[in-house]
């Protein structure tokens, strides 16, 4: 029986840009960092909060997972900013997207009121878009 999800992949144009946007930026950790096989580099990332939650940051590369033409079309995607790819929590919404605007972070919407809290919407530097979201009763 399933447990738990421990790893989501997240499609970047660019590992190491992606590495320097969510160490500097969001301020995760490196998980793992490794070469598997030539072409494949396993790059994960995590928050210090929950250290066995891994996200992928992966290349939509031809190779063992996908062929040429699904990589084109992914990359496509990316490029147009279609790609939404989750929502983060934080404590103080409004707080976190000062601290993330100062550092460069691009927002498509400030902090605003919703049903579930409060929330912002960014980009990463390959155009995946997320939510920032302070859950009603959080503090």
Known sequence: MIQRMSH??????????????????LGFRVHTDAMVGPDFRWL?????????FEIILMEPKPGMLMDEETSN???????????????????DCRATYEEMKAKGVQFISEPA??????????????????????PTGAS
């Open 44 to 52: 994960t990332m995590c928050t210090n909060d929950d250290p066995h």
């Open 113 to 134: 009121e919703r049903p579930y809290g409060i929330e912002a919407v960014f980009r990463d530097n390959s155009g995946n878009w997320f939510s920032l979201t302070q």
């Open 8 to 25: 989501a992949t997240i499609f970047v144009t660019d590992q190491n840009q992606a590495l320097e946007f969510y160490r500097d930026k």
């Open 73 to 91: 079309t992914v990359r496509s995607l990316l490029a147009k900013g279609v790609l939404g790819a989750g929502v983060f929590n934080t404590s």
